[in-house]
């Protein structure tokens, strides 16, 4: 059983940062492919950035060269660093896992960007 907990949600303002956690516990963490979605309201969930387990990394369009994912292997975790924030990035930012062929989501943690 593959448990996420995201953390590092919050309201910031436009042009600033915020940093995103995702610990993960259970299974072989360094076998994990691991994403961060969004879904703000209104809008489909959709796919932010992914990270495999040997560290290749896809990003959606609108957020490359602001927001970067990383894993530490050592600590079971993935990041999100957000850069140059907009009030369009604004949405619950959910963690997923896929492992042996298998989805797993964190319950979500909100970002809002507002002066």
């Known amino acids: 059983q593959v448990q996420l907990v995201e953390s590092g949600g919050g309201l910031v303002q436009p042009g600033g940062s915020l940093r995103l956690s995702c610990a993960a516990s259970?299974?072989?963490?360094?076998?994990?492919?691991m994403g961060w979605y969004r879904q703000a309201p209104g809008k489909e969930r959709e796919l932010v950035a992914s990270?495999?387990?040997?560290?290749?990394?896809n990003y959606a369009d609108s957020v490359k060269g602001r927001f970067t994912i990383s894993r530490d292997n050592t600590k079971n975790t993935v990041y999100l660093q957000m850069n140059s924030l907009e009030p369009d990035d604004t949405a619950v930012y959910y963690c997923?896992?896929?492992?042996?062929?298998?989805?797993?989501w964190g319950q979500g943690t909100q970002v809002t960007v507002s002066s």
């Open positions: 990270i495999t387990s040997s560290s290749n990394t």
């Open positions: 997923n896992a896929v492992y042996l062929w298998r989805d797993y």
């Open positions: 259970g299974g072989t963490f360094s076998l994990y492919v």
